[in-house]
């Protein structure tokens, strides 16, 4: 049997696999407790780099998912990873702790543990065609694309396209229309007005709210 045809399995038989945890992100965070919170964040990684559109890179370069701050989630990342691909790349997992170790990331997980030391490493990933994910309530404002966030007890996530157009990337619509939060600047404006975050996404910038079911098969 091809690897293209084991990869082509692997993958109709992910959402399965994790259901269970993934099924977690419609419940409570009380419940999603027993499927463990990192293996279903671990599970939305995965699923987020399916929606998401890097600039070219050689098909022979593996596709890197950086994690800083969160052992649990990297450890759940490569059981969940083992001999899958990600837009025709071999897919892998690096902890990093500095800024060198992100030269050929796609994707940076950023812990919420790990958010407030992170300033420079954040700093510099900005600037580079990486998708950061956060997990801080502050994530969007410190520089995350995509930041899971609690919406009346259950874990969702919000993404920031003004944070995506800057790292030169493109997210499919299907990713944003399951966001619990699009953040977008308004026509004309340059920013969202100083004050809460809240606030802020409330009254400037658009707001949606919807489940995500990550069962769906890839596109």
């Known amino acids: ?23 977690a992100l419609s419940t409570s965070v ?43 989630i990297a450890v759940h990342l490569e059981r969940l990873l083992n001999g899958m691909t990600v837009n025709g790349r071999h897919a892998t997992v690096r902890r990093v702790t500095r800024a060198q ?59 920031s396209l003004n944070a995506a157009d800057r790292s030169g990337l493109k997210i499919n619509s299907a990713l944003l229309s399951v966001a619990a939060r699009v953040e977008r600047r308004p026509q004309g404006a340059l920013s969202c007005p100083d004050g809460d975050p809240r606030l802020q996404r409330s009254t400037v910038c658009r707001i949606r709210m919807a489940r995500l079911d990550v069962g769906r098969g890839e596109r």
Not at 1 to 23: G, K, Y
Not at 37 to 64: C, G, H, M, N, T
Not at 126 to 148: A, H, M, Q, S, Y
């Open 30 to 72: 009380t419940q999603a407790a027993q499927f463990s919170i990192d293996a279903v964040k671990a599970a939305y990684l995965f699923r987020f780099a399916q929606y998401v559109e890097w600039p070219e890179a050689p098909a022979e370069s593996p596709f890197v998912f950086a994690v800083i701050g969160a052992e649990d």
């Open 101 to 159: 170790e992100l030269e050929g990331a796609q994707v940076l997980y950023v812990g919420a543990s790990a958010f407030d030391r992170t300033r420079a490493l954040r700093a510099i990933a900005i600037k580079r065609p990486i998708l950061i994910v956060t997990d801080d309530e502050n994530g969007l404002d410190g520089g995350g694309v995509i930041n899971f966030i609690e919406v009346d007890r259950n874990l969702r996530f919000e993404i």
């Open 1 to 23: 049997m091809s690897r293209a045809t084991l990869d082509r399995i692997r993958s109709r038989m992910l959402p399965t696999v994790v259901l269970l945890a993934c099924a």
